[in-house]
């Protein structure tokens, strides 16, 4: 509707795809669960940042979604939350393997991003575990035979652990790949896509990015279908 459009230009948010819903621009407005909007609550969180009130909706309707959006944006919530519904809906068994998978390119990102889900997803009882490389694989193992619903994970340590056949991604239907050019500029291409691979091609992938050169345009048009673009800001 008209106030969607305005908030979207008034927040630099463009979007490009077919049948887009309206921002939620408050969290009163989001129908998300009332565990969940507890936390953002008790963050004092006053409103969802433009990335998550136009990505949230989108990202509920089950579509594959690539985000470009600079750092600090919140992007964080904005794939988590929605990842935390599709687990409550799909309701699998944890000791099978993880239903939400999130690549992140170093330990230090997705350590911020495990206790970001392991923050706004203990009230709904959702349990994260975070694989990285520099440090033992034992206790990562031990953590992950004791069944997990989302793993954060480098794509260096999670390939090493899909070679050992120590966890299985068969149930994997949510995948995140944040920071992806920076994964690019890492080198973790070659990883990221043996890893995709082992994820059934049934399942919806978020990529956030805060670049779109052709290397990220290349990896989204292989390992996404039919995403819907959100930009937020002149990032090009
Ligand atoms: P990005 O991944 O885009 O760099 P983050 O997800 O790390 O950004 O979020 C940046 C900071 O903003 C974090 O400290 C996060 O807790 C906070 N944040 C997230 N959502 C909101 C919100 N709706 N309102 C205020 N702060 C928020
Ligand atoms: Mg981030």
Redesign the pocket.
């Given at each position: 509707g008209l106030s969607g459009e305005s908030y979207r230009r008034r927040h630099e948010i463009t979007v490009t795809g077919d049948n887009i819903p309206p921002p939620l621009t408050s969290?009163d407005s989001t129908g998300l669960p009332l565990e969940i909007l507890r936390e953002?609550h008790n963050?004092?969180?006053?409103?969802?940042?433009p990335?998550?009130a136009q990505s949230w909706p989108i990202a509920l309707q089950g579509r594959d979604i690539v985000a470009i959006?600079?750092?600090?944006?919140?992007?964080?919530?904005?794939y988590l939350i929605p990842g935390f519904i599709h687990l409550k809906r799909r309701r699998n068994n944890p000791h099978l393997g993880p239903t939400v998978l999130v690549l992140s390119p170093t330990r230090e990102l997705a350590t911020?991003?495990q206790v970001?889900a392991i923050k706004f997803g203990k009230s709904s009882r959702i349990s994260c575990t975070c694989l990285y490389g520099g440090a033992p694989k034992g206790p990562q193992l031990k953590d992950l035979d004791r069944g997990v619903d989302v793993v954060v994970a480098t794509p260096g340590r999670l390939n090493d652990i899909l070679e050992m056949r120590r966890v299985s991604l068969n149930q994997v239907s949510y995948l995140v790949l944040?920071?992806a050019d920076r994964m690019l500029d890492m080198g973790f291409e070659p990883q990221i896509r043996k890893i995709v691979k082992e994820v059934p091609t049934r399942r919806q992938t978020l990529m956030?990015t805060a670049t779109w050169p052709k290397e990220v345009r290349k990896i989204a048009a292989d390992l996404l279908v039919n995403p819907v673009q959100v930009n937020i800001g002149n990032v090009d």
């Open positions: 969290f953002v963050a004092g969180f006053p409103a969802p940042t990335i998550q959006a600079k750092t600090g944006s919140g992007k964080t919530l904005g911020q991003i970001e944040d920071e956030y």
